[in-house]
């Protein structure tokens, strides 16, 4: 079956950096969009970055210069690098992908907190 398991966040602080790595497994990695998306308390689930099977990306307005998405497909993994990390950046961050006609999957994310 399909399995996302995301690691690397953590507590850092205002400026640093950090990066997310998701583990995929269960499809062909290669074929499929990636995405990363967040979720901070009370708020609703936001894609951050997106990936294509080319390579070309997409990313929030808010992350912009400051994320990068990237993969690797020979080893079916996803990363997220983080740098000047902002507290706004504070969030559980989710490794997504949607195959249809299954529909979407997520990993257990990864709680990345940025104190001031």
């Known amino acids: 079956q399909v399995q996302l398991v995301e690691s690397g966040g953590g507590l850092v602080q205002a400026v640093g950096s950090l990066t997310l790595t998701c583990a995929a497994g269960g499809f062909i990695f290669r074929l499929y969009t990636m995405v990363w998306y967040r979720q901070a308390p009370g708020m609703q689930r936001e894609m951050v970055a997106t990936?294509?099977?080319?390579?070309?990306?997409i990313y929030a307005d808010s992350v912009k210069g400051r994320f990068t998405i990237s993969r690797y497909n020979t080893k079916n993994t996803l990363w997220l690098q983080m740098n000047n990390l902002k507290p706004e950046d504070t969030a559980v961050y989710y490794c997504?992908?949607?195959?249809?006609?299954?529909?979407?999957?997520w990993g257990q994310g990864t709680q990345v907190t940025v104190s001031s």
């Open positions: 997504n992908v949607h195959i249809a006609p299954m529909g979407n999957y």
């Open positions: 990936i294509t099977t080319v390579g070309g990306t």
